[in-house]
């Protein structure tokens, strides 16, 4: 698993002043769609909704990715503050191989960020709400996204 970049200052910014992370599932075709018209909508002057969004392509791929193992981690770093890595398993009790692992595809799917002083990096959870939604569309048949 490769590093991620450190985020520019005015990403990290911008991160700090939103509270809230919606987690969602959508195809990438309707995911395009979105896009498309938040831009036509900037273009035209229209304000759009800026809550930061993780969009997965399916239910599965949600689950596989927020486990419940893994929402504990998210919590333990915001409640906790952890000052590294190490840091972080010692308080989540697990292996640090394991949890860097897991911060490193956390952060680059955008859930956190690491802060770098020398060779210690710690992990920070930049939202105080995470809001899964999880859309059912009976019309199109994807029972894909309606699964348990």
């Known amino acids: 698993m490769t590093d991620t ?20 599932v ?3 075709g309707e995911f395009h769609d979105d896009v498309r018209g938040a831009i036509q909508a900037l273009d035209a002057g229209e304000e759009v909704d800026s809550t ?6 399916s239910y599965d791929e949600l689950m596989e990715t927020l486990t419940p193992r893994v929402l504990d981690l998210i919590e333990a770093i915001r409640r906790y503050e952890p000052e590294s ?3 972080t398993a010692r308080v989540v ?3 640090v191989k394991n ?3 897991e911060l490193t595809r ?16 710690r992990p920070v959870v930049w939202f105080d709400d995470l809001l899964i939604e999880l859309p059912f569309d009976p019309e199109t048949g994807d029972t894909a996204t309606a699964a348990p």
């Open 5 to 24: 970049p450190p985020l520019h200052p005015m990403e990290r910014e911008q991160l700090q002043r939103e509270s809230t992370l919606v987690v969602t």
């Open 26 to 28: 959508s195809s990438s």
């Open 106 to 121: 956390l952060a680059q799917l955008g859930i956190l960020y690491f802060e770098e002083e020398g060779r210690s990096k």
């Open 52 to 57: 930061p969004t993780i969009s997965f392509g």
């Open 93 to 95: 009790d697990r292996d």
């Open 85 to 87: 890595i190490n840091e």
């Open 99 to 101: 949890v860097h692992e």
